[in-house]
């Protein structure tokens, strides 16, 4: 494996503008004007430059051997990110969701991620309606479905499937150490308990 990381290349501000674009396509194009970037299977082990994109609302990231997606905390209009097919291991603590008010799609899927904690910031997304994580450690472990979909309200799609009302459980109570992390999803159990 040591000497496949020599082939590993971080994404320089010249890769992400050539794959990058923006809402006018105008030449002179800058990383704060991108919103759409598509960086899948270009063996890029880091993706630091992106924290300049301020504007993005698309980012495909796919099938490369990204570890670390801490600098998208920048990217607070992201609509959709496809990070599938990579080494992630470990998901950003709960401040880097918190300033995802938009996110909608979140592509997980093939990776390394083994821990509901791991997964559990996400409830901090207040939008995030579809997401994948089979084919990673956690999809494997008994009721791994049911603890994502009642731990994170906002869900209506677990891995292309549609999350039905049985999969709901009212009045389930996660154990503490599964609590949401923000104030969002007690304001939703509480509605829920009201309506």
């Not at 704060?32 to 598509?38: F, H, N, S, Y």
């Not at 300049?52 to 920048?74: E, G, M, Q, R, W």
Request: hydrophobic share 40%; net charge negative.
């Amino acid at each position: 494996m040591k000497n496949l990381t020599k082939y590993l290349v971080p994404a320089s501000k010249n890769m992400i503008l050539e794959c990058g674009q923006t809402i006018d396509q105008r030449p002179g194009k800058e990383l704060e004007d991108l919103v759409i970037v598509q960086l899948n299977g270009l063996y890029l082990k880091n993706v630091e430059h992106l924290q300049y994109c301020f504007s993005l609302k698309i980012c495909i990231l796919s099938n490369n051997f990204i570890a670390n997606i801490d600098s998208l905390v920048s990217c607070p209009h992201l609509v959709e990110l496809d990070l599938h097919g990579n080494q992630i291991e470990h998901l950003p603590d709960p401040v880097l969701w918190e300033s995802m008010k938009k996110l909608n799609l979140l592509y997980l899927h093939d990776n390394g991620i083994g821990k509901l904690d791991d997964v559990h910031a996400l409830s901090c997304c207040p939008n995030l309606i579809g997401l994948t994580l089979f084919d990673t450690p956690l999809s494997l472990k008994i009721a791994y479905r049911h603890s994502v979909v009642n731990s994170i309200f906002s869900l209506k799609a677990l891995d292309y499937y549609v999350i039905s009302d049985e999969e709901i459980v009212e009045g389930w109570k996660l154990p503490e150490k599964y609590k949401s992390f923000c104030h969002f999803s007690i304001m939703i159990e509480r509605f829920t308990l009201l309506g």
